[in-house]
């Protein structure tokens, strides 16, 4: 489904000149006034409700086990990931997931890296029968090919209209939110990644283009600040973390704490290709890593996540939903039996901290 990107302008407008014209009387101004206050009242009391969902790790390299399951299936993709699944994908206000490839024709592998991921450009086709609205581009396979594959990456999305953040052609461009107005909401995406070890995936320069990356978090956190004068809601989208284990860097524990300190109302992770454990911190999650949706053929638990927006002018609120689901044999199935789901939710629960998940899904802060 479609949204509505806006940019955010923080100039000042300049009022005309009335030099020429009547001037105002004082019954007038106080009207006006008057006016202009019910107005603002009433827009701050519109009820809004919506529902932003979120996806790991995705590949769809010409190479890869997935991509090549999904070319010998008669419907493509969509006898890969569950009806399920792809109804909740689509149903979603705003569908984000962690694009983990480069989409091109072009360039070379970029030498010392054991995984190599590059889709063709046509291959877009696939986040939209999704409903995939916008991603993060903050992770270490979209540079993989190369500048001339990244920047092809940013054009296929941009022609597909499909929102991206967390990369771009320079610094600046790498560091903007991407904002999303909602039902008179402006909700913010930002992301950035410190997932390898021997960083082969460069940083975005004043003149040179990349990701954004967190080893450092002087940048990241001064987005997210920037997201926060802008946006009634920033959502912080993290590539981290060790891969193939739920255990926790004590940086992940760490920074995503700093990271709602700056103004995030939530912390999302990926990378570490299964699922990692949640926390709440100050009465906001972070959700460590969503793991593998749909990368390989390993049997791995999985999930989509949802964020449920609601207010009505007075109160707030934003409730965390999992929708569990099993990757396994290069297809990802929504968990549809009660004690599979109840499974999953234990599982989670066994990994977080002051968390407790509800038998219908909804994460909630515990006080143990």
Same mark, same amino acid.
């Given at each position: 489904?479609?949204?509505?990107?806006?940019?955010?302008?923080?100039?000042?407008?300049?009022?005309?000149?009335?030099?020429?014209?009547?001037?105002?009387?004082?019954?007038?101004?106080?009207e006006s006034a008057a006016l202009k206050e019910s107005s603002e009242a009433e827009e701050m009391a519109e009820p809004y409700d919506f529902t932003l969902c979120f996806a790991g790790d995705i590949n769809l390299h010409e190479g890869w086990c997935t991509a090549l399951y999904m070319k010998r299936q008669e419907n493509g993709i969509y006898d890969c990931i569950s009806p399920e699944l792809i109804e909740a994908m689509n149903a979603a206000d705003?569908?984000?997931?962690?694009?983990?490839?480069?989409?091109?024709?072009?360039?070379?592998? *970029? /030498?010392?890296?054991?995984?190599?991921?590059r889709a063709y450009p046509e291959r877009v086709e696939v986040l939209e029968?999704? #409903?995939? +609205?916008?991603?993060?581009?903050?992770n270490n396979h979209v540079y993989d090919y190369g500048k001339d594959a990244f920047l092809d990456t940013l054009d296929t999305l941009e022609q597909a209209q499909i929102g991206y953040f967390g990369a771009g052609r320079?610094?600046?461009?790498?560091?903007?939110?991407?904002?999303?107005?909602?039902?008179?909401?402006?909700?913010?995406?930002?992301?950035?990644?410190?997932?390898?070890?021997?960083?082969?995936?460069?940083q975005a320069t004043e003149t040179e283009p990349g990701i954004l990356r967190c080893y450092d978090t002087e940048l990241f956190l001064k987005v997210i600040a920037e997201a926060r004068?802008?946006?009634?809601?920033?959502?912080?989208?993290?590539?981290?973390? *060790? /891969?193939?284990?739920?255990?926790?860097?004590?940086?992940?524990?760490?920074?995503?704490?700093?990271?709602?300190?700056? #103004?995030? +109302?939530?912390?999302?992770?990926?990378?570490?290709?299964?699922?990692?454990?949640m926390e709440y911190y100050n009465g906001k999650p972070i959700i460590y890593s969503l793991g593998n949706y749909w990368f390989n053929e390993k049997t791995l638990d999985t999930m989509l996540l949802q964020l449920h927006f609601t207010g009505d002018g007075e109160e707030e609120k934003m409730e965390v939903q999992v929708i569990p689901a099993v990757q396994a044999g290069y297809r990802t199935t929504y968990a549809a039996e009660e004690s599979e789901q109840r499974r999953i939710y234990d599982y989670l629960e066994s990994i977080s901290m002051n968390v407790k998940i509800s038998d219908e899904g909804y994460v909630r802060e515990s006080e143990e």
């Open positions: 489904m479609s949204v509505e990107t806006i940019a955010v302008d923080i100039s000042m407008e300049r009022s005309e000149s009335r030099e020429d014209s009547e001037p105002f009387e004082e019954s007038e101004v106080e705003v569908m984000c997931l962690n694009n983990e490839f480069t989409y091109s024709r072009r360039g070379t592998p *970029t /030498e010392g890296k054991a995984f190599h991921f029968q999704l #409903g995939v +609205d916008v991603v993060t581009l903050a320079n610094l600046e461009e790498s560091m903007q939110p991407l904002y999303v107005e909602l039902q008179g909401k402006t909700i913010a995406f930002v992301g950035a990644s410190r997932a390898e070890k021997n960083k082969k995936t460069p004068e802008h946006a009634d809601f920033v959502v912080a989208f993290v590539h981290w973390g *060790t /891969e193939n284990t739920w255990k926790l860097e004590q940086v992940q524990i760490d920074t995503g704490k700093d990271y709602l300190d700056a #103004g995030a +109302d939530a912390v999302i992770g990926a990378h570490s290709h299964c699922l990692q454990g």
